[in-house]
């Protein structure tokens, strides 16, 4: 185990370096780490999520042969080289991934359809496994290495737009499950600030980064080098779950609907006394919109404290227990980070990261660390900055 340190070469010079096509576009975008609310966007809820200053770095041009050549390296040596036929979809993996984002973006004409072939490259810094969104830098430098010929590519409404076509494509060609606010941040956010997103109506606004009350902010985790799978399925119940609701009710989100809880349930109840094997259990139901309602209040609480500075406000909603929502956490990590000397500690991203985010005192932050470190895989995050296209 160690503090993790990225390549001393830059993204940028190593894609550069690598990709075989000539005069490539280039692009890079930002980790990003959630500070509060991972699992609310189906609800309508709020997000809070920053930026990290490891990036990834993606090299796209043109080729003739009718073929998506993927190469892609991250920083623990790990390698993926793949070509597949521009029409027919890889089984699975990162290819069909990012094939299926390449098409994504065909439709919604952000490439043009006159594509018939592409090499495509990335470096990245980003670690698999630490919870800081590696594959979500990795799209987003994608895209906005694709569409950076468009006039518009540096405002908030094409950003927007690029960060739901991506999220789009990975629910559609990924078995991972999809935290749309990784996307939405790296391709929007960045800068010194935190980026709150009320999904309710879809707006960004920023909130002040925690670093700003004396503290430094670390991931923690078990190992390296892996994504995290084994709560996809629970996760995309629940999600199914949250979207036959909210078309039953005729209602974009569950936070519009007045009495959600109690209404849910007994919509449950309804479709369980009329046959309907596929419906969860009544207290499931409950269980789980109970959790997106006062995780929605959390983060709403923790964007409030650290706009108005509240700092011990803060740490005490973060170390808070959330509602039961049937997903496995790391509690043993948060604890003992806790233990060591976090002020605060959290998981990374319930259901899709083991790991845990650290806030730790400023004085104590590298005992802390070099502690964790001979137990665990130790990755600082500093503040980073959005996507951006590379001259």
Partial sequence: MARFKPPAQSPVERVRAAHPGASPRVATAPGTWVLIGENVDHFGGVTLAGTASLRAAAAVSPR?????????????????????????????????????LVHTLVQRQVLSRDTA?????????????????????ADAAIALALAAGHEDVDTAPFRARLAEVCSHAVASHSSLALLRARHTVALRGGGEGVSVLDYADGSLTQAPHPSRHGVRVFS??????????????????????????????????????????????????????????????????????????????????????????????????LNSPSESHGLATPDALVALARERGAVAARPAATGTSEAVIAFVP????????????????????LPGEAARVEA
């Fill in 362 to 381: 400023v004085r104590e932050a590298d005992a802390f660390a070099d502690a964790m470190a001979r137990d665990f895989e130790v990755v600082e995050v």
């Fill in 64 to 100: 003739r042969d009718g073929l998506l050549s993927f190469t892609a390296r991250g920083p623990l040596g790990q390698e993926l080289v793949a070509q597949t036929p521009y029409d027919d979809a890889p089984a699975a993996g990162l290819e069909r991934r990012w094939w299926g």
């Fill in 117 to 137: 072939g592409l090499d495509i490259t990335v470096e990245s810094d980003v670690p698999v496994g630490a919870g800081l969104g590696a594959l979500y830098a």
């Fill in 220 to 317: 923690l985790a078990k190992e390296l080098g892996q994504p995290y799978t084994d709560q996809r399925e629970a996760i995309a119940d629940h999600r199914a779950f949250i979207d036959a609701a909210c078309a039953n009710f005729g209602v974009d989100s569950l936070r519009q609907l007045p009495d959600a809880s109690a209404r849910v349930v007994q919509w449950v109840e309804a479709r369980r006394a009329a046959g309907d094997e596929t419906a969860p259990a009544p207290e499931a139901a409950r269980r789980w919109v109970q959790f997106c309602e006062t995780e929605t209040l959390r983060s709403l609480a923790a964007a409030k404290a650290l706009r108005s500075r509240r700092v011990n406000e803060l740490f005490t909603l």
